[in-house]
């Protein structure tokens, strides 16, 4: 059975996919002279951002046949040595696009709202509730610098907020920013219409 070593914190069911192909050890404890020891005995080997998988994690992993990275990019990971060695490199490039936009959106709120402020001042005793009334976000104008993966999924909620979207990205063409309902403006534009 294919072994796999797992060296960061991974989500439960993520796990539980790669437990129904191979026999999988998590072990979050390794530093770079233990992964060297132990790599060689794993077929596959699944890090995020903290684990530096270098040519010479590479070489020590005799069995090593994929890489696997939960995230985006594979900046961490020698690709070119693993692709001499013929092990293949993959990524999960959309796995967090949701959780960065909601976040994106929430400190949005966040700041509309001034509940960090608020917060503070509550805990402080106070009850300044006049002080802390904040604004709307709807009727505002959202500016946005790129509408790839997380820039569109940000752009999706700021329009079910009903806020206006404008965004700058050299790259995505009119119709697809129209059919997310989001102009697309030069960079300076895009400073002087966000509101």
């Known amino acids: 059975m294919d072994r796999i070593l797992v060296t960061e914190k991974i989500a439960a069911e993520g796990l539980d996919v790669l437990r129904r192909a191979a026999e999988v050890d998590v072990r979050l404890d390794l530093d770079k002279a233990a992964l060297l020891d132990v790599i060689g005995e794993y077929d596959a080997l699944v ?3 903290a684990t530096k998988v270098t040519a010479e994690v590479i070489t020590a992993g ?27 490199v ?5 796995s967090n696009n949701v959780a960065v936009a909601e976040l994106a959106i929430g400190l949005l709120i ?59 990205d050299p790259v ?5 920013a129209a059919q997310m309902g989001v102009e697309l403006l030069t960079m300076d534009e895009l ?5």
């Open 172 to 176: 995505v063409s009119l119709d697809r």
């Open 62 to 88: 005799t069995k090593l046949r994929v890489i696997g990275r939960a995230g985006t990019g594979v900046d961490n990971i020698d690709v070119e040595s693993a692709t001499r060695r013929g092990i293949l």
């Open 90 to 94: 993959v990524n999960a490039p959309a």
């Open 110 to 168: 966040s700041l509309a709202r001034a509940i960090p402020q608020a917060h503070s001042s509550l805990q402080s005793g106070k009850w300044e509730r006049t002080r802390f009334v904040g604004w709307e976000v709807r009727g505002k104008t959202l500016g946005l610098v790129g509408l790839g993966r997380i820039g569109s999924e940000v752009a999706r909620r700021a329009r079910a907020m009903e806020m206006d979207v404008v965004a700058y």
């Open 191 to 195: 400073a002087a219409r966000a509101t």
């Open 47 to 49: 890090v995020r951002s």
